[in-house]
């Protein structure tokens, strides 16, 4: 309102209140008070409270970050923070609008001060009050404008707080109402704004419809039509997309609305011959050559990869997301975009898992974590590191034992050539770290660079052509220069003097600038330099690698098998590359003829050569498992498809019994527990939690028996259950028992007891070194169940010391059974003729073998002392 006209008001008002004052009917009396209160109570409070509001919507307005590559919101996402840094204003705006309340009850104005305090309420997230208020003035007012302005915030609110289908009966009730434009526009935008949430995108695009040729410009016009064509565009409606955006460019937008309906109505143009594909790129080349576009670039060189890639142009669309990716400065959400893009095409497309690993890393570092698919994103970089990692573990341990099998001379001399290989590397990254740099500071300074693009596809000229070897074409040397930037500089802000720690200080700026000018990096020496020098520290880095020993060499091999097992299993369920899981786990058989791995990869072969339809190889793998490990729980699922649900039952049956067990086993009443667990692992004897009642009855056997019987006991439990989840609490157990054995030992000596009409036992000892520990174990079960089956023997490996292992074969019923058993496993038959050859391990790491009493056993396993007993064997056993 213009100031005299706001003058001539009070003027008004005064000589109102004049009549009033000189004794004029009530009639005029209340007529002038009613112009005082609605005249003061508009102009004065409800004026600036008014005016608060829609500073503090203005402010959201301009706080949401506006992501043009999804459909806009309708409404901005609420911001916790920005409405903790407007809570002032908002607690100011409603003291203001109360003044007006309270000192005009009666004006027309207090209606609409009612709906500023509850759009100050709803804005500062109290929605419980805002409702009460908004209620307030559809119950009381007699104004139908006010109540279905009210009741239209009201749905906002309910929607807001999570109160959907409040929302919903307030929308049904104002359909039935006759609105003026201002409420009809807002209630269809709230009913789009609930669709929207609602992911319901026809009921949205209905409202948007309604809603968009009742706005005026000032009112959002542009910003619906955009929406419409965004919504449009993604239902595949491209016609109706682009008149839409069409319309925006109608509306008189601010420029960021323009520029982008331009850009998106490339998208959406109809290509009905080659021309039109031409026409398109000539217009991306016109949207880069202008001026005003210079911080858009990122995003048009975006968007001509997406046309590129529609068109089945993979490379010049990777080339395009790499311009994108530089020339995003300071924009991490376009950026992540082109990176992800890029990690995806390397990933469907030609399956370089490697490089996607890369992109998605850098997509992963920069996205913000408030995108609709950071965790997908995020989970498939999961993936490609464990892939990776896997990969390299292979590639690294092979290259590591090929070297070690290489002449002295030569390793030598091939050592030198790779620490001058790493020299020139270092020196090209500190370059390339170093342009980037300079490329970046650039930029801030002086803008943006020029597009590098010698032609774009249409024939029209965009730059200078720049050779095929620069070096922002290569994804492998952005990676390199990148990672060689941030372990010399770290992660630097794009900012004057970005080298400085200390930005005070400004001596010698200018001489540092020239120094930035320059092509040349004298700082980094010449990369040709001889690289002779280098230390002997880094060149016996270099051997410490290398697997020479025997045992090295184990552990590499044990890290290759590993890394194919996994590797393997992220083909089959991750990647669903089921041919090269298949590749990948027979390279594992054929490689470890024995590996640990072998029941599960001969199921997961069955399954996967099942799911390819040969059968013929599926049965195979399947026989194969059934023959050799037939008390595999794999081998049990092919028998029985029911297995793990039968399992699981059992288990929770036996997880009762086990808790009544306990218990008596905590009371100390050993002899009630013991048959207890003895008949619940009789009658549910193969499930998931079979271990740990067999644990628990170790610990009861350990207080009714030896020492020896206790730890022979736990060592079987070990051997049985490498992979249980208890079992490091058994080996924890075993060494504080073999511990206690030992000090005792030390105070009484070996004494052996010449008494020989008892249980007997067969030992063989050996040195644990290679693979010896885990054929000799397999070879003499193997035997056992060849020869003596009928006497159900039992074998366990137990540790005494220096690496010296016995294998405990028993028990025999007496002295004569088991000398026997003695002289046939040193005859012709000896299971010590099927162990394979192999480099890992030498025969003569096998030092003895004799049989014992089972008084004479814990004696032995206690003093460790195997020569002393061997002197006792050949004295009182003759053969």
Same mark, same amino acid.
């Given at each position: ?176 109402? /006759?609105?003026?434009? #201002?409420? *009809? %526009?807002?209630? $269809? ?6 669709? +929207?949430? &609602?992911?319901? !995108? ?70 009905? /011959?080659?021309?039109? #594909?031409? *026409? %398109?790129?000539? $217009? ?6 202008? +001026?005003? &576009?210079?911080? !858009? ?583």
């Amino acid at each position: 309102m213009k100031v005299k006209e706001f003058g001539k008001y009070y003027i008004l008002i005064w000589l109102l209140a004049l009549v009033a004052g000189s004794g004029c009917a009530p009639e005029a009396t209340g007529l002038a008070s009613n112009v005082y209160h609605n005249t003061t109570a508009r102009y004065n409070a409800y004026f600036y409270a008014r005016l608060q509001m829609e500073e503090i919507q203005q402010a959201i307005a301009e706080n949401e970050e506006v992501n043009y590559n999804k459909t806009l919101r309708v409404f901005p996402e609420p911001d916790t923070n920005l409405i903790n840094g407007l809570s002032e204003q908002l607690d100011d705006c409603i003291k203001k609008a109360s003044v007006a309340i309270e000192r005009h009850p009666n004006s027309r104005w207090a209606d609409d001060s009612y709906i500023l305090v509850g759009q100050s309420r709803s804005i500062n997230q109290n929605y419980g009050d805002a409702i009460k208020t908004f209620k307030f003035v559809n119950t009381h007012s007699e104004d139908d404008e006010a109540r279905h302005r009210a009741l239209v915030e009201l749905m906002r609110t309910f929607i807001e707080a999570g109160e959907q289908n409040n929302a919903v009966s307030v929308s049904d009730y104002l359909r039935k109402e /006759k609105l003026n434009r #201002t409420n *009809k %526009i807002q209630f $269809y935008l709230t009913r789009a704004y609930l669709a +929207q949430l &609602n992911k319901d !995108y026809n009921a949205m695009v209905g409202n948007l419809l309604l809603a968009a040729p009742l706005m005026k410009n000032v009112e959002g016009r542009a910003k619906i039509f955009f929406i419409l064509g965004q919504l449009y565009q993604e239902l595949g409606f491209d016609a109706q997309a682009y008149e839409n955006y069409q319309e925006v460019l109608k509306s008189n937008p601010e420029y960021e609305l323009f520029f982008y309906a331009r850009l998106n109505m490339a998208q959406v143009y109809d290509l009905s /011959k080659e021309s039109d #594909t031409k *026409k %398109i790129r000539k $217009y991306f080349v016109k949207l880069l050559k202008d +001026q005003k &576009n210079v911080e !858009y670039r990122d995003k048009i060189y975006y968007e001509m990869a997406q046309f590129e890639q529609k068109q089945d142009d993979l490379e010049l669309a990777i080339e395009y997301y790499n311009e994108s990716v530089q020339a995003s400065i300071g924009n991490n959400r376009q950026k992540a975009y082109s990176y992800w893009e890029l990690g995806k095409i390397y990933y469907d497309e030609y399956a370089k898992y490697e490089l996607a690993k890369a992109y998605y890393d850098s997509t992963i570092a920069v996205l913000p974590q408030d995108e609709p698919q950071y965790e997908a994103i995020a989970t498939r970089q999961k993936i490609l590191t464990n892939f990776v990692e896997q990969l390299t573990i292979i590639k690294v341990q092979d290259s590591l034992l090929a070297l070690a099998e290489m002449d002295t001379l030569k390793l030598s001399a091939y050592l030198d050539e790779v620490l001058a290989e790493q020299k020139q590397q270092q020196q090209a990254e500190e370059r390339l770290a170093n342009r980037q740099a300079r490329r970046q500071r650039a930029v801030s300074q002086f803008g943006a660079a020029p597009n590098p693009f010698a032609t774009v596809p249409g024939g029209e000229s965009v730059t200078a052509a720049v050779g095929e070897n620069w070096y922002f074409y290569s994804p492998a040397a952005i990676s390199q220069g990148q990672t060689a930037f941030t372990r010399k500089w770290g992660n630097r802000q794009l900012e004057d003097n970005w080298r400085r720690s200390n930005k005070t200080i400004e001596e010698n700026f200018a001489a540092d600038d020239e120094k930035l000018i320059d092509v040349a990096d004298p700082v980094l020496g010449d990369p040709s330099a001889d690289v002779a020098d280098a230390t002997g520290g880094e060149k016996q880095a270099l051997y410490a690698d290398i697997p020479f020993t025997e045992e090295q060499k184990l552990v590499a091999f044990q890290q290759i098998e590993d890394a194919y097992f996994k590797l393997g299993g992220i083909y089959n369920f991750d990647l669903e590359e089921k041919a090269n899981a298949i590749e990948t786990f027979e390279t594992l058989l054929s490689r470890f003829p024995a590996s640990e791995y072998e029941p599960e990869v001969l199921y997961q072969l069955y399954l996967l050569y099942q799911e390819q339809g040969d059968d013929a190889t599926a049965t195979r793998y399947k026989n194969r498992l059934l023959t050799d490990f037939p008390d595999s729980i794999f081998a049990k699922v092919i028998r029985n498809p029911n297995y793990r649900e039968e399992s699981n039952m059992a288990s929770a049956q036996l997880q009762k019994i086990y808790e009544e067990a306990y218990r008596l086993y905590q009371k100390g009443a050993y002899q009630q527990a013991e048959p207890l667990v003895q008949t619940a692992l009789q009658q549910y004897d193969d499930n998931d939690f079979v271990d740990n009642m067999k644990l628990l009855q170790v610990l009861i056997s350990g207080k009714l028996s030896s020492q020896y019987e206790y730890q022979f006991a736990l060592q079987s439990f070990i051997d049985e259950y490498p992979e249980s989840e208890v079992t490091p609490y058994a080996q924890e157990l075993l060494t504080a028992a073999q511990g206690f054995e030992e000090k005792l030992a030390a105070q009484q000596g070996a004494k052996f007891i010449p008494e020989f009409n008892e249980k007997h036992s067969f030992i063989l000892v050996y040195n644990s070194k290679g693979r010896l520990s885990t054929e000799l174990p397999r070879v003499v079960d193997a035997y056992n169940a060849e020869y003596f089956a009928e006497a159900q023997l039992r074998s366990a490996n137990l540790m005494l010391e220096d690496g010296q292992v016995m294998i405990i074969v028993e028990e025999f019923p007496d002295q004569s059974t088991a000398q026997r058993y003695f002289e046939e496993f040193n005859s012709d038959i000896s299971p010590l003729n099927n162990l394979p050859e192999s480099n890992s391990y030498d025969r003569s790491d096998i030092t003895s073998n004799f049989i014992i009493t089972e008084d004479n056993l814990p004696i032995l396993y206690r003093t460790k002392d195997i020569e002393n007993y061997l002197r006792f064997f050949e004295k009182h056993y003759t053969f």
